[in-house]
């Protein structure tokens, strides 16, 4: 279940690699958003900016994996064949209304920032593409100001991946969007989930958090506590900016102590930072029967890298969190078979399921790990995403009928998960959650295991 999309996300925050943005930003207005086209029979016009009448210009952003080769011990294959064979499965099917979608294929390091702020301004004063889709400025180490520089600054739409909520309330509401869930959603899943298995009966609960999380998580917790009946420890905000984490380390050791007085057995942990292992070691070692929570199941890729290195116990072993459909699973959907049938095709290539790589292609000094399916899945949930919304805003396709579309569309079918829905207010589209807790016994590297049934948790 761990995501390894976001491999690049938990590679990044195990090297503990933070790094300052800047952007090139120019104010661009839009509209607070009309009713969308209301028949789909009017013509098609170059109703917007990289629309024409045949034709809607996007990008497609993604990470250049070959500068965090150092990093990590997967690949994705050929990003660029995946995105066209995906793309090519809607143009060969009559496009979105009859237009047929024209890319822009952009690859950046995430550890240059400065290449990442220049994208954006390239997409839209030099492509003027009409939305921007793929895994576009990481967080960590980019602070989510690259994707305000297009969802805000630029008026320009944008289905990402990694994206915190944080990030989503300050664009334009409906112009940045994530197939996925949000850290905060999946935090208050979790802690929704635990408390209908009581988890934490008797517990005494604590936050670790940094100073980008803080904020979005210290409320949550803090009413789970009260609505529990449990009892609170010192919530802990380690001060996180760069690769030197002396600091954090000994604010860490100040906040072990307390919690020992305090008497905190279970700690919910908000961002991948601050569940980096150098940080999760120090708290095992110091408060063994620590239960840990954590709002991402990326952060199970730390778990794995301790499984790899023989780490016995292993410290985030039974570490709690919230997740949809297992990677077999999403794979074996009807939805994402379509995509990999349709890439098998365009190829001439088979797609190795999740269960069938093998174990030997993990792990320091291993061949890496080709995975694929993860990059036809999020290629083909991006693009389905962005079908069904501008299908849905009708044939006159502006950043205004694209926002009334995505504030009333209710249910939505996503490709990897059964639950999903957008509206006013809520922009981040999965709505499948279960409880789940790492095993390092699960084959190959140890993963996530279900403790309960998918539920939609969809408001």
Known sequence: MVRVRSGIAIALAAALIFTACSSDKKATSTGSGSSASSSSNAPLTASFRGVTATSIKIAIADIDYDCLAQFLDITHGDIKKVTQAMVDRINNNGGILGRKLEIVFSQQCPLKQDEVAKACTTFTDDDQVFAVLGLYDTEPPGNGSNKLCLSKDHATIQINHIVKQAIIDQATPGLLLTPDRTPERTLDAVLSLVKQQNTLAGKTIALLADQNTVTGAEPKVKAAASDLKLKQGSTAVLSITNEETTAAQAQLDSFIEKWKTEGVNALVMAGLSVSAKQFVEKIKAAIPGMLLITDST?????????????????????????????????????????????????????????????????????????????????????????KQIAEKAGPNLTNDTWIAAVNGFGKIKLNRSPFGSLHQGKYDADDAARLVAFDSAVPANGDFKPLSELKDIGT
């Open 298 to 386: 990326e952060t199970g890729g730390q778990a794995q890298d301790e499984v790899k290195a023989g780490k016995n116990p292993n410290p985030y072993e039974g570490m709690l969190s919230a997740d949809g459909p297992s990677s077999q699973e999403t794979f074996d959907s009807a939805p994402v078979q379509e995509c990999v049938k349709a890439y098998e095709q365009a190829t001439g290539e088979k797609v190795i399921a999740p269960n069938q790589l093998a174990a030997g292609q993990t792990g320091t000094g291993a061949p890496k790990r080709v995975e694929v399916f993860t990059a036809i899945e999020d290629r083909c949930s991006e693009l389905d995403l962005f």
